[in-house]
């Protein structure tokens, strides 16, 4: 069943065509990545896209980020969250990593501005490891179809490692990020178009 979820999720998704699957055509690499992520808190993901394909056509490696003026940062990331704070950070996390973005959780976590969540996306999306990033779209959502009962994005991650196996955490980001793109909405999801109603306790709740 929890197989079904995850693959029904993904498959409206890409119907829908959610935001989340057209960034391929431009993360190409770890470090585009990483800084997509870094560059997505607190901004949807069209608006980190326009960002990063601004950004990558002038610097779309760690040398040519970590030698650009901050303030020429900033205007081409203007239109993310918070857009000052992160252009001096992801200079910052450029010139640490000039010889490749890790690939281990333990050496993600201690760059300037990664967190839990986004070394968990860059181990996921980047290098395909079983890793699971819990933004605000896989804990609301987790929670609302009643998969966890947790308050935090820690609890969830820790609780959904328990209930799927191994080979399908690499998927979970995605497939509900997608999901909550465009169907389990954070305001008045599609229940009624919803192809895991079946499963969700918050429809039965409702029902
Ligand atoms: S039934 Fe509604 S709340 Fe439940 S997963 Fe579907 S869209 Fe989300």
């Known amino acids: 069943m929890l197989e079904d979820i995850i693959e029904l999720m993904e498959i409206e998704g890409r119907r829908r065509n959610a935001p989340v699957y057209r960034l391929k055509s431009f993360l190409k690499t770890p470090f585009h990545h990483l ?5 997505s808190s607190r901004t ?13 056509s002038k610097a779309d490696t760690p040398e040519k980020l970590s030698e650009m003026d901050v303030k020429e940062i900033e205007e081409l990331i203007r239109g993310v969250g ?11 996390l450029a010139k640490k990593v000039i ?11 201690k760059l300037p501005g990664v967190g839990r969540k986004t070394a968990n996306v860059v181990l996921a999306s980047a290098f395909g490891k079983n890793a699971i990033g819990v ?13 966890v009962s947790t308050k935090t994005p820690e609890e969830t991650e820790r609780e ?3 209930l799927f196996p191994e080979h399908l955490w690499a998927k979970i980001n995605r497939a509900m990020v997608g999901f909550g793109q465009t169907v389990c909405k ?16 918050w429809y ?4």
């Open 82 to 92: 918070f857009y000052k704070v992160k252009a001096k950070r992801i200079k910052d």
């Open 186 to 201: 954070p305001q008045k999801p599609l229940c009624d178009e919803c192809p895991i109603r079946e499963y969700c306790k």
């Open 204 to 207: 039965k709740l409702k029902a």
């Open 160 to 162: 959904l490692k328990k």
């Open 99 to 109: 010889n490749g973005v890790p690939d281990k959780y333990e050496e993600l976590i």
């Open 44 to 56: 949807r993901d069209e608006k980190t896209a326009e960002a990063c394909i601004k950004l990558f």
């Open 35 to 39: 800084i997509f992520t870094v560059l």
């Open 135 to 147: 933004d605000t779209h896989v804990h609301r959502i987790s929670n609302r179809i009643g998969l």
